[in-house]
């Protein structure tokens, strides 16, 4: 059964790091459009960063700078480093895979995403 597992949330102080990784069992993570997407309570599910197979990448304004996704095929792996986290940064987040798609509509449009994993909680407080 294809599977997406998220590990690497936890609690962080304003302005600190925290990296996310998002591994696949069952298939390869080589040929599918990643994305990470973030839910914080009353709001509406946001696509956060999204990379391709052959790694072109977009992320939403309020990230940009601080955010970085990448992927390592070797471990069949996507990471989602944050820096300069924010209060705002608070919320469930998500790692999705689509196979041949851009990584704008991975991002933007709804119900295109195929496999989800379970997510992981991020909380920004001091």
């Known amino acids: 059964q294809l599977q997406l597992v998220e590990s690497g949330g936890g609690l962080v102080q304003p302005g600190g790091s925290l990296r996310l990784s998002c591994a696949a069992s069952a298939f390869t993570l080589n040929y599918y459009t990643i994305g990470w997407f973030r839910q914080a309570p009353g709001k509406e599910r946001e696509g956060v960063a999204c990379?391709?197979?052959?790694?072109?990448?977009i992320y939403a304004d309020s990230v940009k700078g601080r955010f970085t996704i990448s992927r390592d095929n070797a471990k069949n792996t996507v990471y989602l480093q944050m820096n300069k986290l924010k209060p705002e940064d608070t919320a469930g987040y998500y790692c999705a895979a689509r196979r041949i798609t851009t990584a704008q509509a991975m991002c933007n449009i709804p119900g295109i995403q195929n496999y989800w994993g379970q997510g992981t909680q991020v909380t920004v407080s001091s």
């Open positions: 990379v391709t197979s052959d790694g072109s990448t």
